[in-house]
């Protein structure tokens, strides 16, 4: 079944927010968002209600809407969430046989241990599949969905954008790759739980900047 108007509208606001086109704190208008879509008010503001059952958009007093920021405290207890769930399904990933989705992964990654250079979203499209390879690997169907929609709230923050180099990201994924094949549940969960470490450090990092 094809799409309404209303969810390729959804679609098209929340996946420029995602890509920093529409920034955290940018006014809006229903005028100036139903001409760039390409639609009538009627499917927008369906649209838009549901961009602000989910935290995504705010409507102001006088009726323009805002795009909320992503605060530091969302983004770590994010990153926290991630680390005991996603530590837990790459122990239990360890414990089945290596699938073909976590070798590519782990090909993408070390083109960027070799230094592969690529824009932000291009990495998050790669780091996606690597979390869902774990994720899936584990055989843990409805977690994928879980982890989308988180990442689609941390993407949103500023401070995920800030990063332009990879490898060492890539690098803690290949460890992860790498403990699941060797069939170590407890080293497969040590390396996710020190990726997130490392991802909290970075973080913190440049908060800490001058």
């Known amino acids: 079944m094809s799409e309404t108007l209303a969810q390729q509208a959804y679609k098209d606001i929340k996946q420029r927010i995602l890509e920093g086109a529409i920034k955290a704190g ?22 838009i209600s549901r961009l602000q059952k989910e935290g995504v958009i705010s409507r102001l007093t006088n009726g323009t809407l805002m795009v909320l920021p992503v605060t530091v405290e969302q983004l770590l207890e994010i990153v ?4 005991l769930v996603e530590g837990a399904a790459a122990a239990r990933a360890a414990k089945r046989p290596m699938t073909p989705a976590l070798e590519q992964s782990r090909k993408i990654m070390q083109a960027y241990v070799e230094g592969k250079d690529v824009a932000f979203d291009h990495f998050w499209t790669d780091d996606d599949a690597f979390h869902e390879a774990v994720a899936e690997a ?8 879980m982890l989308r929609e988180m990442r689609s709230i941390a993407r949103r923050c500023t401070i995920t954008r800030t990063h332009d180099r990879f490898a060492e990201q890539a690098a803690e994924h290949i460890a992860v790759i790498d403990a699941i094949e060797a069939r170590d549940p407890a080293a497969a969960a040590g390396a996710m739980e020190a990726h997130f470490d490392s991802v909290r ?3 913190l990092r440049w908060l800490a900047r001058p």
């Open 80 to 83: 926290q969430i991630r680390r």
């Open 26 to 47: 940018d006014l809006l208008t229903e005028r100036t968002l139903a001409i760039e879509s390409g639609i009538s008010r009627t499917p927008l503001r369906a649209a």
């Open 201 to 203: 450090s970075r973080f």
């Open 138 to 145: 584990a055989d843990l169907h409805l977690l994928p969905a």
